[in-house]
């Protein structure tokens, strides 16, 4: 009876005790979890704290949550799926996104669904703002960093394995001969490897083959031309004009990036070297408030526009003052005639949020408001600077550079040892997304201090070798690529794939149109065009200067592939159905891939000649017993079966992707 009796006790004590560590978990969490991106990200506009509830919602408290507001309860505990705030955060109503500015990163999210799948545990109080941390580059002890004379790629698998390591992954291995050759080509030349090149790279003996053809790459006409429509994208999202030839300067003499920040800033068409430099301000002269946000985003990396009308939200730095501040240093600059002129005279002011009119000094993304000097001029003196402008313009003539420029102080500024961290930042986060499909920061336009890097100390420590090898954009390019991080297989035979900003496993990046293009006009010409041609060759580069003498055409056939890419229709029906593709890849008859075939006698090397000229590979067993299957049946013609396999493997996701 007594056993009867205890068993009851026992087992509601157990219980209790295994509820408690439950609670207790969950709340840990919470803690770690949940509540700081809630402080961060949702506490501006939904607070006690901030005095604040927009849309009659508070979110700091669990009551508060469920209770929501003029749009429903916020979150049903243990129902993700049914919780408003998950629909808010994915993005899955246009009319209730949050945070607005900027979306949570799929891991982030998750964080929530986990939480509110656990039936929303939240401290008995609310939840209170606490001192905002320091920025994440001042909480890293610089001095703990590698040494700065380690070579860059070594310095990137130190803190990337490290990482994995203290993560429990295991990364995946190198990446095939085959697939990495792809890889490099299409990243640094933008196209796949000719016959010449593979032969070259796969019947090296040197241990140095890698580095050797990375630098025998960075040397080419075709790294020239892809380094130009990437940076170009960067700085004016591919409009072709002035810039692009600016850029075909820059790229071939690797000039630093601090000189290129610089010339574009200074607009000086006066100058040679910088001939079409000018084109970036000019594309937005006449308007500031974009001028001001592009600079901010493209050099620097931080997109402050929601600053222009009210203090940002989640970034207490980001007010407008700030923002006007940065607009300052071009307030004084104007269109004359087609040429960037800026006057020696004029003060920016904005209205705040409580209505005043304020004077809005120069003021860089970081630090307190800079000194200048305030001189006031005279009517007299505007009028006579305004007929020497209008001299210019008849003369159809540059002004030369203001002698107290603004815009020459923001280079300054932007270049000063106590910010140019800002600068290297953002552009190996740039490049660094470019190569290895993700940044090292997310999204790139957000490199502020409370967006931590997925590699924190390796970010710090490029920044500074960036810096001291006097801003060598060929030289991070070639670091990156060098490494094991970049070269690793995106072949992930366990579930979960680790996630993208882990680097375990390379991630598979949609081709852009002229890598894509560059794809299909190489992939349908014959081998046999390359016939006793090495790759230092003047006839290698005659030979690609004639098959893709056709790029312009292909690259119209498709979009720029973004961060959500998926194959459109558009594109689809048009690889499908237009006759301008059959007749651009397919009706080439003295040089064309399928043409050429006709001359291979045996079925089989016909086969192996299509793999290696589409895919840079040979076909697996498997494949090749499939193809021979389907050439045995006498039904199709084996012409027109090559060529439809040929479209095939052009159009396949291992030709659309670069894996």
């Known amino acids: 009876m007594q056993v009867v009796l205890l068993f009851p006790l026992f087992f509601s004590d157990s219980l209790k005790a295994a509820n408690d560590s439950a609670n207790d978990s969950g709340l840990d969490f919470f803690k770690k979890n949940v509540s700081p991106l809630l402080i961060t990200s949702c506490f501006k506009c939904h607070s006690h704290a901030h005095q604040k509830s927009k849309g009659e919602l508070f979110l700091d408290s669990r009551k508060a949550l469920i209770k929501g507001g003029s749009s429903g309860p916020s979150i049903v505990p243990g129902k993700p799926g049914q919780s408003l705030l998950i629909s808010a955060i994915r993005y899955e109503n246009e009319d209730l996104q949050m945070p607005p500015d900027h979306a949570l990163t799929p891991e982030e999210i998750q964080y929530f669904e986990t939480w509110i799948a656990a039936g929303a545990p939240f401290p008995a109080e609310p939840l209170e703002l606490s001192t905002p941390p320091a920025a994440w580059w001042d909480q890293i002890d610089r001095e703990a960093l590698l040494a700065i004379d380690t070579k860059p790629q070594e310095a990137i698998d130190y803190y990337i394995l490290r990482s994995l390591e203290e993560k429990g992954i295991a990364p995946a291995s190198r990446a095939r001969d085959a697939a990495l050759l792809k890889r490099l080509t299409l990243d640094l030349a933008g196209r796949p490897p000719t016959p010449p090149e593979r032969h070259q790279w796969l019947f090296n003996p040197s241990l140095h083959r890698t580095r050797n053809f990375v630098r025998y790459l960075l040397q080419t006409q075709c790294f020239t031309d892809h380094q130009v429509e990437e940076f170009n994208w960067l700085l004016m999202d591919g409009k072709n004009g002035k810039l692009k030839n600016y850029l075909h300067g820059v ?9 290129v920040f610089k010339e574009i800033m200074l607009s000086d068409d006066q100058n040679p070297s910088a001939t079409g430099a000018s084109a970036f301000i000019k594309e937005r002269i006449r308007d500031l408030d974009r001028l001001t946000n592009d600079v901010s985003v493209r050099f620097f990396g931080i997109n402050m526009s929601c600053a222009q009308c009210h203090d940002h939200p989640n970034v207490p730095d980001w007010t407008q003052a700030r923002y006007y501040g940065m607009k300052s240093f071009f307030s004084r600059t104007f269109d004359n005639g087609g040429f960037v002129a800026e006057k020696e005279h004029g003060q920016l002011t904005y209205k705040n949020t409580d209505g005043k009119t304020l004077e809005a000094p120069l003021q860089f993304l970081a630090g307190e408001p800079l000194s200048v000097q305030a001189v006031a001029w005279s ?7 305004k007929k020497r402008f209008e001299t210019f313009k008849e003369k159809k003539q540059p002004p030369p550079l203001s002698a107290n420029s603004r815009r020459a102080r923001l280079v300054k500024e932007g270049l000063a040892t ?45 920044s500074e070798w960036f810096t001291r090898s006097n801003y060598n954009l060929q030289g991070l390019i070639e670091g990156i690529v060098l490494s094991q991080t970049y070269q690793r297989s995106s072949a992930w035979e366990n579930d979960p794939r680790p996630a993208r900003h882990s680097h375990a496993v390379a991630a598979l990046k949609p081709l852009t149109p002229r890598q894509y293009g560059n794809v299909l006009l190489l992939g349908t010409t014959a081998p046999d065009k390359w016939k006793d041609c090495t790759p230092e060759s003047e006839q290698h580069l005659s030979i690609l200067r004639t098959v893709l003498s056709g790029l312009p055409k292909v690259t119209a056939w498709f979009e720029r592939p973004r961060g959500d890419f998926q194959y459109s229709v558009q594109e689809a029906l048009k690889l499908s159905n237009a006759e301008e593709v059959q007749s651009v890849l397919f009706q080439r008859k003295e040089d064309g891939l399928v043409h050429s075939l006709a001359d291979i006698p045996d079925l089989e090397h016909r086969l192996r000649t299509v793999y290696l000229s589409v895919l840079h590979r040979l076909p697996s067993s498997e494949e090749m017993t499939t193809m021979k299957t389907f050439f045995s049946d006498p039904s199709p013609q084996e012409s027109s079966g090559l060529k439809s396999l040929t479209w095939a493997l052009l159009t396949s996701p291992e030709s659309r992707f670069n894996h």
């Open 251 to 259: 790229i071939q003499e690797n000039r630093p990036w601090n000189r």
């Open 379 to 385: 009517q007299a003196q505007i009028k006579t600077e």
């Open 418 to 462: 106590s910010q140019q961290d800002y600068f290297t930042r953002a552009i190996i986060n740039r490049v660094w997304q470019r190569l290895l499909g993700t940044g090292l920061v997310e999204p790139l336009d957000q490199l502020h201090g409370g967006n931590i890097p997925s590699h924190p100390e390796l970010l710090l420590w490029l």
